[in-house]
């Protein structure tokens, strides 16, 4: 059965949608982007992807042609429309369509463009095996904050994953993790979570506030800071959060098992509790 996609106002089959060539997100990436789950037929978090959306657009003076009440009427639109019970929403926005010249254009209405599609991550058999990951370096620009179009590292960098068996990439600065190609990266060691801090370097993951915010329920404390590939090998558990993985468990990086090879109790209770509050909306609304 063929999608229903939104374009620039109108709900349309996908293969009666289209962009212009002269959209800025096609030719100079010019643009930004957001992926909120789907569980049960309800949004998961979508309010906080929103928000990092708009936060997103500021940062590189992008003015969003619809409010953030639009924006959600539009996920829900799209989700009764293709009957989506289980999967993932992407959202792009982008500067517009105008003749190709890098400097911004004038008078020019940014371009929306949503999509659902149907997965199933909730009971991925993934989530009883753990992930492999494996480490590359870090290629990308200085902006990782920013949720840009602009994936070509990112691509490579799972490109690379996928042919040595890999699910993820971990990718890798001056020794240090910075986060995953399409996730944050944490380690365990006892009862304590660590995930490097937030700043430009990396993305700010909805689902790693998520988990921050249930962290009193989880039993668990947190320990924001910097940790290295070696680090990783030798921590008790790994995991990565992301709208889509949720909380995954890490069992091989670069070939190596974590502690025993298997998803450890931390990652396992973190992510009940995730999936708990995920089919009721989220926990950061």
Not at 254 to 274: F, K, Q, V
Request: proline share 4%; aromatic share 8%.
């Amino acid at each position: 059965m063929s999608r229903t996609v939104y374009v620039n106002g109108a709900y349309l089959p996908e293969e009666e949608a289209t962009i212009s060539i002269f959209d800025r997100g096609f030719i100079f990436g010019d643009g930004i982007y957001e992926v909120s789950a789907v569980l049960g037929g309800k949004l998961v978090d979508c309010e906080a992807h929103l928000a990092r959306l708009e936060r997103s657009a500021g940062e590189i003076g992008l003015e969003l042609p619809c409010s953030r009440a639009e924006l959600v009427a539009i996920h829900q639109e799209l989700i009764a429309r293709n009957q989506l019970d289980e999967g993932s929403i992407y959202l792009q926005v982008s500067r517009g369509a105008s003749d190709r010249d890098f400097p911004f254009p004038k008078g020019v209405k940014a371009s929306v463009v949503l999509f659902t599609q149907a997965r199933q991550f909730a009971n991925t058999p993934l989530a009883k095996t753990g992930i492999k990951v494996v480490s590359t370096p870090d290629l990308r620009w200085a902006r990782r904050d920013i949720k840009s179009v602009n994936l070509l590292a990112p691509v490579l960098a799972k490109q690379f994953a996928a042919e040595n068996g890999a699910q993820e990439a971990w990718m890798i600065e001056d020794g240090i993790v910075t986060e995953g190609a399409s996730s944050t990266a944490w380690i365990v060691k006892g009862k304590t979570l660590i995930s490097r801090p937030l700043s430009h370097k990396v993305l700010p993951g909805i689902t790693r506030t998520a988990v921050l915010a249930f962290l009193a329920e989880s039993g668990f404390s947190f320990e924001e800071r910097e940790f290295t590939l070696e680090e990783a090998l030798d921590a008790e558990e790994a995991f990565i959060t992301s709208a889509t993985s949720l909380v995954m468990p890490v069992t091989t990086i670069d070939g190596h098992s974590i502690h025993n090879g298997a998803p450890g109790p931390a990652t396992i209770r973190l992510r009940e509790i995730y999936l708990d509050h995920a089919r009721k909306g989220g926990v950061l609304g």
